[in-house]
């Protein structure tokens, strides 16, 4: 089994998360689609924003991991003794793998969700593939939110939000229509295009 520290502080919280809805629910295992849910609920997470990126409705996809944990059996007061379904063990050493291909020092959600999507026999990879979700699409989306970023630390998704959390995106509010037209500044907006289309020194800050 993987040590505990090898995995980032949110993937952490979602593990535990998960173990959690498998409690609270009475279920004896904690599934794939248990730490799915997990993710897709965390406060702070990138999972739902990198779905988002692909075009999906994570309400959708919750609404089918509710479904599917449903049909899971249910001990009564068998809470102190869940454990971690075979398929999910697998998912997590996915995970690993995920993160050692990426170059990363730790397991975070994103390594977890690549490693969903990449275990056909879970109804969580078939219920993502139902929305049209794919393996390649993700890391295309992974790389729209981290970068080149690696995972350093236990703390990174923390950092790839950091510029959507603290700034705004002036090209993406100008394509809304919703930026106030500039007028009487024609010497500064031609001074500042002049300032960003030098090879060097182009920053009109």
Known sequence: MIRPERFTIKSQEALASAETLARDSD????TTEH???ALLTQDGGIVSPILERV??????????????????PQVKGAGADAY??????????????????LKDEFISTEHILLAIISEPKTPSAKILSGEGVTKERLIEALRSVRGSTRVTDQMPEDKYQAISKYT????????????DP??????EIRRVVQVLSRRRKNNPV
């Open 182 to 187: 500039v007028i009487g500044r024609d010497e």
């Open 35 to 37: 730490l799915l849910f």
């Open 27 to 30: 279920r004896q295992e904690v």
């Open 168 to 179: 705004r995106d002036l090209v993406e509010l100008a394509r809304a229509g919703s930026l």
């Open 55 to 72: 075009g999906v409705h994570t309400a959708r996809i919750k609404d089918a991991l509710t479904e599917e944990t449903s049909k899971l």
């Open 84 to 101: 971690i379904s075979p398929l999910l063990k697998s998912v997590l050493e996915a995970a690993d793998k995920e993160a050692r291909a």
